[in-house]
């Protein structure tokens, strides 16, 4: 029987891994031990707590006090929502009463701190019951709606992993003469890309903010700027490059391009699995045969970036970072706080009110993008190689790209010059 008056904390894990879990979960248990207050841990996400099973771990500092530079997670995750039924959601409210669970800390992206909040509703409106929770905000894709400069952790040690395969690819190709497409996570929001690609000094990167204006796009449009960087190489003496690409991309794509390229498969709803689609291949075969139809012979590999770093032991700045919200989220629950995201802002902990990251349209948590507005951004687009407006100037430097695609100078222009645009 649990004690009543005695605080009971809960660590639940949702979403995909990240580096820095662990020392989240070393932190809040240390705070929440040396306050008084018993923690378990929850394996698996919500999936065990949705089916009813209360076979949680008791964490102490002994158990947590070296977990800080471990990758991955000692409880693990999972992607179960739990606010699908009410069965499911009853199921979680009900296990975590019995165990006599108080507080909550959740550990994940949007998905896992909608469920979070929803958990403490169903229990106060359903119950009568107050469950107090904090969101600690994790994604490598770094597209919580934190304040710009503002990453989410675990997203540097992927940058910093990411930058170093990259890298590694970069002398690859020019050592052999070849290209290679680097595929990196984001599901919808391009700064891992974009982050990997600036700081590995990839030949180009393509996010989807770059074309947010644009509701649908035709696959032709990205094959034809990456051959258009192919052939602006080619014309400066150089036959090799990388170009990094945003997962998210493919879902710009129009579906009948998709079915076009032979790689689509569907869900019983009839929607398409973008998660089946191994988009770096897609991409390499188009731009292969776009290149044929120029008679230019390419040799390009392809590699998708993200499983390999999602565990990888979290780097200086995650640790710290890590323990410092982890810190901060134990604070907030033991000053009486609940229904928050906990934040770091300008060396201040800045807990953010669930209500202000909900988008009103959708109903679920704001995804921040890549503002292309931004320093960040503009000085990442100087440094690619790409066609530009000015390629298109007449002058000896538009007749090389010319030459380089074998095109007539009227040719290349009718060809290429409309991606000048994004």
């Not at 919808?188 to 644009?214: C, D, N, W």
Request: glycine letters at 8%; aromatic letters at 8%.
């Amino acid at each position: 029987m649990s004690d009543p008056t005695r605080n009971t904390l809960a660590i639940v894990c949702g979403g995909g891994p990240a580096p820095g879990i662990n020392s989240v979960i070393s932190s809040v248990t240390i705070e929440a031990r040396n306050s008084g207050w018993d923690v378990y841990g929850v394996y698996d996400g919500f999936s065990r707590l949705g089916k009813g099973d209360k076979n949680v771990v008791p964490l102490t500092i002994d158990k947590v006090t070296r977990i800080h530079s471990d990758g991955g997670s000692i409880l693990r995750t999972s992607r179960f929502n739990p606010t699908k039924s009410d069965e499911t959601m009853k199921n979680v409210v009900d296990t975590l009463i019995g165990l006599g669970v108080t507080h909550l800390v959740t550990i994940g992206g949007d998905d896992t701190a909608y469920a979070a909040s929803r958990v403490a509703d169903y229990a106060k409106n359903n119950m009568g019951l107050t469950i107090s929770f904090v969101h600690v905000p994790k994604t490598i894709d770094n597209d919580l709606p934190l304040p710009e400069g503002t990453p989410t952790f675990g997203f540097e040690t992927a940058r910093s992993l990411g930058t170093q395969i990259v890298s590694n690819l970069m002398t690859d190709a020019k050592t052999t003469g070849r290209w290679y497409f680097v595929v990196a996570m984001g599901r919808v929001a391009g700064h891992l890309a974009l982050g990997i690609g600036k700081s590995a000094g990839a030949t180009l990167t393509l996010i989807p903010e770059e074309l947010a204006a644009e509701k649908k796009i035709r696959m032709s449009l990205l094959v034809d700027i990456i051959t258009g960087a192919i052939i602006k190489r080619l014309a400066s003496g150089r036959n090799y490059g990388v170009a990094v690409i945003a997962e998210g991309l493919i879902e710009k794509i129009k579906p009948e391009d998709l079915e076009e390229s032979d790689c689509v498969l569907y869900d019983d709803h009839g929607h398409i699995r973008y998660a089946e689609i191994n988009f770096s291949e897609v991409l390499k075969r188009e731009t292969i045969a776009s290149l044929s139809t120029l008679g230019i012979d390419m040799t390009i590999n392809h590699k998708d970036v993200g499983y390999e770093i999602r565990c990888a032991p979290p780097n200086a700045f995650d640790i710290e970072y890590t323990r410092n919200l982890g810190f901060a989220a134990m604070e907030f629950l033991r000053n009486g706080g609940t229904n928050a995201m906990i934040t770091i802002q300008n060396d201040r902990i800045v807990p953010v009110p669930f209500h202000d990251i909900i988008d009103p349209l959708t109903g679920k948590t704001r995804i921040r993008m890549v503002n292309t507005e931004s320093i960040q951004y503009r000085i990442a687009r100087e440094y690619m190689i790409r066609l530009e407006k000015q390629d298109f100037e007449p002058g000896i430097e538009f007749e090389k790209l010319a030459v380089a695609a074998k095109l007539s100078p009227d040719e290349f222009r009718r060809r290429f010059e409309y991606v000048t645009q994004y």
